[in-house]
Nanobody, 125 residues
Framework: VQLQAYGGGLVQAGGSLRLSCAASGRTFSSDVMAWFRQAPGKEREFVASISGSGRSTYYADSVKGRFTISRDNAKNTVYLQMNSLRPEDTAVYYC???????????????????WGQGTQVTVSS
C-alpha cells in the first residue's frame, strides 16, 4: 500500500501549483483523503480533506478560498490545486488516507492510516 505525492516545486508568490497523490496497493475510493503540510521548524498541520464520495470537503482557514481539494476515484488519485500562493505556504506537503468515516472535517492526524512521502513546495517572495 503506497501513497505517492508529487507536483511540488518552486513558484513565485501569487502563482499556482497542483499537487497529486496517487494511491496504489488497494482501492481508496471509500477513504477520507487529506493534505497536511509541515514548514521548517513547525509542526505538521492540516490543509484540506475530502470525503470518499468527494461531496464533502473541509479547509484550514489559512488556505480557504485559495486551495481546492478534489479526487478522481477511477484513478485512485487526489489533487490539491493551490492558487494565489504565499511565502507562508512553503512546506513539505503530505497526503494521507483514513479508512474510517468522515468526521470533524478530517483534521485529526491520528486518524490517518496511510501517509505519502511528501513533496516540497517553495514559494518565493
Amino acid at each position: 500500500v503506497q501513497l505517492q505525492a508529487y507536483g511540488g516545486g518552486l513558484v513565485q508568490a501569487g502563482g499556482s501549483l497542483r499537487l497529486s497523490c496517487a494511491a496504489s496497493g488497494r482501492t481508496f475510493s471509500s477513504d477520507v483523503m487529506a493534505w497536511f503540510r509541515q514548514a521548517p521548524g513547525k509542526e505538521r498541520e492540516f490543509v484540506a480533506s475530502i470525503s470518499g464520495s468527494g461531496r464533502s470537503t473541509y479547509y484550514a482557514d489559512s488556505v480557504k478560498g485559495r486551495f481546492t481539494i478534489s479526487r478522481d476515484n477511477a484513478k485512485n488519485t487526489v489533487y490539491l490545486q493551490m492558487n494565489s500562493l504565499r511565502p507562508e505556504d512553503t512546506a513539505v506537503y503530505y497526503c494521507a488516507a483514513d479508512m474510517g468515516p468522515y468526521s470533524n472535517g478530517g483534521i485529526e492526524q491520528r486518524r490517518y492510516d496511510y501517509w505519502g512521502q511528501g513533496t516540497q513546495v517553495t514559494v518565493s517572495s
